[in-house]
């Protein structure tokens, strides 16, 4: 990631969820860990297909609620299911990183989503400053969306 000072701030990310679960953290990692799935319980995430040619790789395409798809390639960079982490490189319309940690919570589990990515679409700095609020409030939608459909599928037996 580009972190020039200048416009590129603009375009640059981070993000945090924090989702606390009914169910035991293997199952929550046992979904979380099948990323070609997403799009069953996870609205927003449109399209999710691992590359034929190489197990740790992917695209997948999502969007919320505003007019646009986002098209990633991802790769496996960490699989830990002992410490329960994830995580997972980015390119494409993000460049970036995307982590799962799971852990116990109570008779639940605690699943924090991180994320930082810089926006690789070339906005004209007026409209990244005006549109970086909408992206956010974008981002919060889709992340509730896939907490609702991550206990959905949870309580569904995953």
Do not use: K
Request: hydrophobic share 45%; proline share 6%; with cysteine.
């Amino acid at each position: 990631m580009d972190h020039s000072p200048g416009r590129s701030r603009w375009r640059h990310y981070r993000f945090r969820s924090v989702w606390d679960l009914d169910a035991p953290p293997g199952a929550v990692f046992a979904v979380l860990e099948r990323a070609e799935e997403y799009p069953r319980w996870w609205r927003q995430v449109r399209q999710a297909a691992p590359e034929t040619d190489d197990p740790a790789a992917g695209t997948a395409r999502f969007r919320s609620v505003l007019p646009y798809d986002l098209v990633v390639t991802a790769r496996e960079a960490e699989r830990d299911a002992a410490a329960g982490v994830l995580r997972i490189r980015l390119s494409g319309d993000l460049d970036g990183w995307v982590r799962w940690t799971v852990t116990a919570r109570g008779a639940g589990t605690r699943a924090v989503f991180d994320q930082e990515v810089e926006l690789t679409w070339r906005l004209p700095l007026p409209v990244a400053v005006v549109c970086r609020p909408l992206f956010r409030a974008n981002h919060r939608l889709m992340m509730r969306g896939g907490l609702r459909g991550l206990r959905a599928r949870l309580a569904a037996g995953g």
